[in-house]
């Protein structure tokens, strides 16, 4: 795999051999270090390598059979290697929520950007128009939801004489959840404002985002109501002719409901082509629990999805060494809160594995369990006369990605035999 951003390694980072300081980024596949041989300092990231372009794949399969476009959250691996990725696999651009993350995304030169957020600081607006001018190719679409924030772009835009515009997505929100418009009213007033800021800004779809409304039946009657919301004010404003450009982009998607989306965004007829577009991101690297179950329900909704050949697999692992047995029926693991993303339930111990014994790690059974977390500590439940001792390596897998890879700079990529190829950096 290139690499985007070839740096030297620093021993002084969580993850890398102190005898490896020095040692260029590119350079890494070349050293055959093997997980399980512990060439690695554990704890250590580690992403399977084969799970990854398997999830690619499939992705890639299922938006294809859905004939929509794939924007993938780059929040959730702040990899610009791993953009690249998802991009020579079919991604039509990619999402990001912060402008140090689009920052990080031009520096890869990506050319085309959704900012799933308010564009507020004078100083973004000022590094978004210095970067519209610099690249006549670059397309940096920004969700709008309110005159005040169309008008101040609009201004600063106008003083920076730009020449590039701004495609702007209508923000539609609902009750009690975050930004967006909340009626079809306000949705007009902030469309006619983009209108009165050309030549700088330009309207071109509009964006909504359905994956704060909970499971159940109750949940998903509310993310129908919001994605059909965005439908019926797409086609209010095309029937009003306030969309720019040759197509109109319905965008949403999270990684729980795109499904819901594709399906939902992709009814009723507009004046001209539609241009659906999700933003799912964790489908990179999956997970074991949250992620998985959300995933089997959208097989059981979608018959695009079933059809699909395979299935997205947990391709993110964190080892850690066993560094106490103080009880027979408890182990302390040397990973913690700073090491491993708790916020969509605790990681679960997937594999165990005995340096100088074992040829290969087992599977372990769900009855070992992680009880808590400390910040370099995971106290371990194991079944009464589990074999386990000091210094054994555990494999952990996580819910939700996201909050698991911002902590690590470095993580490795590994085929399924532990043996390191790669390594990407990330950027949080």
């Not at 390694?9 to 596949?29: M, N, R, Y």
């Not at 890639?60 to 924007?71: K, N």
């Not at 031009?106 to 799933?116: L, S, T, V």
Request: proline residues 5%; glycine residues 8%; hydrophobic residues 45%.
């Amino acid at each position: 795999m290139s690499v985007t951003f070839d740096t030297t390694l620093d021993a002084l980072v969580k993850g890398v051999p102190w005898l490896a300081h020095g040692l260029p980024l590119s350079e890494i596949g070349e050293q055959h270090w093997s997980v399980l041989t512990q060439d690695l300092p554990l704890p250590v990231a580690v992403i399977r390598e084969p799970a990854l372009r398997n999830n690619l794949r499939w992705m890639r399969a299922f938006t294809e059979a859905s004939c929509i476009s794939l924007a993938p959250h780059g929040k959730t691996t702040m990899s610009p290697d791993l953009f690249a990725m998802q991009l020579a696999e079919g991604a039509w651009g990619i999402t990001l929520a912060t402008m140090q993350q689009v920052r990080v995304a031009r520096q890869a030169r990506i050319r085309r950007i959704i900012f799933a957020n308010q564009l507020i600081a004078p100083h973004d607006i000022s590094y978004v128009l210095r970067e519209l001018n610099a690249d006549p190719e670059f397309e940096f679409y920004i969700l709008v939801d309110s005159e005040a924030g169309v008008e101040r772009i609009a201004r600063a835009a106008s003083a920076a004489g730009l020449r590039n515009p701004v495609r702007a997505l209508l923000e539609l929100g609902q009750p009690g959840g975050r930004a967006g418009c909340r009626d079809l009213a306000t949705a007009g007033d902030v469309a006619r404002a983009v209108r009165r800021a050309a030549p700088y800004l330009e309207l071109h779809g509009v964006e909504c985002y359905e994956g704060l409304n909970g499971s159940g039946e109750d949940g998903i009657r509310r993310v129908h109501e919001v994605l059909e919301f965005s439908v019926e004010t797409a086609r209010t404003l095309d029937a009003q002719r306030l969309f720019d450009g040759d197509e109109v982009v319905l965008t949403a998607g999270g990684s729980a409901y795109f499904d819901i989306a594709c399906n939902v965004l992709s009814n009723g007829p507009f004046s001209r082509p539609r241009r659906v577009v999700l933003r799912s991101g964790c489908y990179l690297l999956h997970d074991g629990e949250h992620y998985a179950a959300h995933f089997e329900r959208i097989r059981q909704r979608s018959p695009i999805a079933s059809r699909v050949s395979g299935t997205l697999v947990n391709a993110l692992e964190v080892w850690a060494y066993v560094t106490s047995v103080p009880e027979t029926t408890r182990a302390i693991v040397g990973a913690g809160r700073r090491d491993l993303g708790f916020d969509a339930g605790m990681p679960v111990p997937l594999l165990h594995f005995r340096p100088g014994c074992d040829e290969r790690p087992r599977a372990l059974s769900r009855d070992w369990k992680i009880a808590g977390l400390n910040d370099q500590h995971a106290h371990l439940q194991v079944p009464h006369g589990a074999d386990i001792a000091v210094g054994d390596m555990l494999a952990l897998g996580v819910s939700h990605p996201c909050t698991t890879l911002d902590k690590w700079q470095l993580v490795y990529l590994a085929d399924d035999e532990y043996i390191v190829q790669s390594a990407v950096r990330t950027f949080f």
